[in-house]
């Protein structure tokens, strides 16, 4: 089985190589090839039985797909992305990565396809901005999507193509909604949703956090750890019970900001809790306001996918995976 990650130098990527190096591959049919691909050049995961292909490819770029598709990998898992504030402030970078990129990416299947039967698992990772408000108290799968910002859109068309190329054959496709990722290791990025995961790893690990919004605010998350579970799951699944619905909410965790913070507070004491500075932003506040705060999952859940139910989780599980600690 060959499973080629787009994507791959990015941490949910990374993330998902190590695992399938460690064994963590669900089901008797092992990954017998890799290939790691991003515009950067992706590090190969230690532990591997095989040597893996690492391929530097911006897939924005003219010919780029047609390139990775004739490596006829069985499972195409595509997480390259730019992320949501970045879109927002770049209308054509945001636009000819997220969409276009993604776009080339499934025609190139589908030729490929069309000349020779080619028909891989497709998982494409979606968000729950390709949801816009008003919202229920509770959001399922087939609320009408109504992005209100240029990355949830470019993702809701991602959507849509998914579901059309699999009816019509060309792959067999599986969109997953994921949770807002927290709590991310390393540097801050240019996500809207980035402070989330700064308010807790900063002080974890003693520094200062800057808090854009209000602690009454309400959002849904999931660990790495548990993107990384979804992944492998949808890369083995069957899919025939999903029929044509082939996009998905994930499981996860729906908190507050100020829920957050009394974890956090749980884990690590007052001092650690006091590192955080609520310092107001506009532009923040008024993205993560259109955003949605709670989902019915049942059907993800059905379906095999799980997720943590406590931010004491979740603060553990980043401790365990990123500080070499688990309390």
Known sequence: ????????????????????????????????????????????????????DVMSIDLSQKGAAETLVKARADIIVHL?????????????KGYAINLDGTRDLFEAVRHAHNA???????????SLAVFG???????????????????????????L??????????????ALRLPTICIRPGLPNKAASGFFSGILREPLNGKEA?????????????????????????????TAPM???????????????????????????EETAALI???PDATIAGIVAGWPQNFDTTRAQKLGFQAEASFDEIIAIYREDEMGTGS
């Not at 791959?8 to 460690?22: C, N, P, S, T, V």
């Not at 080619?118 to 979606?126: A, C, E, I, L």
């Not at 699999?166 to 067999?172: C, P, Y």
């Open 1 to 52: 089985m060959h499973v080629m990650i787009i994507g791959a130098a990015g941490m949910i990527g990374r993330k998902l190589a190590d695992a399938i190096a460690q064994g963590r591959w669900p089901g008797t049919a092992q990954p017998t090839a890799l290939t790691l691909v991003d515009v950067v050049e992706p590090t190969a995961p230690d532990g591997l039985p095989f040597q893996p």
């Open 80 to 92: 390259a992305a730019i992320v949501s504030g970045e879109a927002e402030a770049d209308f054509d």
């Open 116 to 126: 020779d039967g080619y028909t891989p698992r497709m998982v494409f990772t979606s």
């Open 133 to 159: 408000a008003p919202f229920p108290d509770l959001i399922p799968d087939s609320f009408n999507l109504t992005p209100l910002t240029s990355y949830g859109t470019q993702k809701a068309i991602g959507e």
């Open 161 to 174: 193509l998914l579901e059309d190329y699999t009816r019509r054959g060309f792959f067999d496709g599986i």
């Open 210 to 238: 800057v808090l854009p919004v209000d602690r009454d605010v309400r959002h849904f998350f999931a660990s790495p750890r548990a993107a990384v579970g979804f992944l492998l799951h949808a890369c083995t699944m069957d």
């Open 243 to 269: 029929g044509h619905k082939r996009a998905l909410t994930m499981p996860g965790l729906s908190a507050t900001v100020a829920e957050q913070i009394e974890a956090l507070r749980r884990a690590a004491g």
């Open 277 to 279: 500075r609520d310092e």
